[in-house]
């Protein structure tokens, strides 16, 4: 009988082992995913902002600017 228990330990553990080792690799790669899609998300937005943020300020700067080329 007590042969029976450690051997159902033993082939318990060993699934137990495989199944947290796939689990790890699975949410690692997950993980890292998720960072390569955050990472593509932030700068996408960074452009955006950039982008807002000279048609906001145009007039501040490109009508001087205009103003003073026509000039020449």
């Known amino acids: 009988m007590e042969h029976a228990k450690t051997f159902i330990l033993r082939v318990m553990k060993f699934?137990?082992?495989?199944?947290?080792?796939i689990l790890i690799d699975v949410v690692g790669s997950f993980t890292e995913g998720i960072m390569y899609c955050?990472?593509?998300?932030?700068?996408?937005?960074?452009?955006?902002?950039?982008?807002l943020l000279m048609?906001?300020?145009?007039?501040?700067?490109?009508?001087?600017?205009?103003?003073?080329i026509k000039g020449k």
């Open 38 to 51: 955050v990472k593509f998300l932030l700068r996408g937005m960074a452009v955006v902002i950039i982008c």
């Open 15 to 21: 699934y137990f082992d495989i199944a947290e080792t």
């Open 55 to 68: 048609a906001v300020t145009m007039p501040v700067w490109y009508l001087p600017y205009k103003y003073f």
